[in-house]
T-cell receptor, first 110, second 112 residues
């Protein structure tokens, strides 16, 4: 059974204080690992797709990396507007059947 | 390009009733997946449709069903509503299986 575990559950940062979120996974036949951002009361917003170990992707202050067992979302010099829940999900052998982690709630204070 | 749209955005029902939720995917996307999000269970996969066929189904009772039309629009139906069905129901579309899924804003269902 595919599983995703995210840590920490919650993270409080000062503006400008860089950190990383972790996503550990077990999956049969990884098709892709996805990072989403979700604001309260809204649907998840797509951030990154990673397909194979060693892959990295960047967007503004965010950088996602992937190994065979985990993924990291690095946040460099965060701003208050980066406050949200960050969700990690894997898509296994069946395709389009995402298994999500519980998420990391990020709060950035100015 | 317009994103995924879901209607209605909010819904209040009573136990025993049934409900139908609608999802319009991004233009050109042929795959639609549905998810249930609750504070206790997080995001859980309900089912996925591709070219009007259900490809995958999650671990939900038969009261949860869905369908996809020839224009890729999708509906999900929940019959005999229970209090525990209160949740945010999210629809996601993609070009096809294994491609990146883009989510709609969700339908907030409250069962009283």
């Amino acid at each position: 059974e595919d599983q995703v575990t995210q840590s920490p559950e919650a993270l409080r940062l000062q503006e400008g204080e860089s950190s990383s979120l972790n996503c550990s996974y077990t999956v049969s036949g990884l098709r892709g690992l996805f990072w989403y951002r979700q604001d309260p009361g809204k649907g998840p917003e797509f951030l990154f797709t990673l397909y194979s170990a060693g892959e990295e992707k960047e967007k503004e202050r965010l950088k996602a990396t992937l190994t065979k067992k985990e993924s990291f979302l690095h946040i460099t010099a965060p701003k208050p507007e980066d406050s949200a829940t960050y969700l990690c999900a894997v898509d296994g052998e069946y395709g389009n059947k995402l298994v999500f982690g519980a998420g990391t709630i990020l709060r950035v204070k100015s | 390009k317009a994103g995924v749209t879901q209607t209605p955005r909010y819904l209040i029902k009573t136990r025993g009733q049934q409900v139908t939720l609608s999802c319009s995917p991004i233009s050109g996307h042929r795959s639609v997946s549905w998810y249930q999000q609750t504070p206790g269970q997080g995001l859980q996969f309900l089912f996925e449709y591709f070219s009007e066929t259900q490809r995958n189904k999650g671990n939900f009772p038969g009261r949860f069903s869905g369908r996809q039309f020839s224009n890729s629009r999708s509906e999900m139906n929940v019959s005999t509503l229970e209090l525990g069905d209160s949740a945010l129901y999210l629809c996601a579309s993609s070009l096809g299986p294994g491609e990146t899924q883009y989510f709609g804003p969700g339908t907030r269902l409250l069962v009283l």
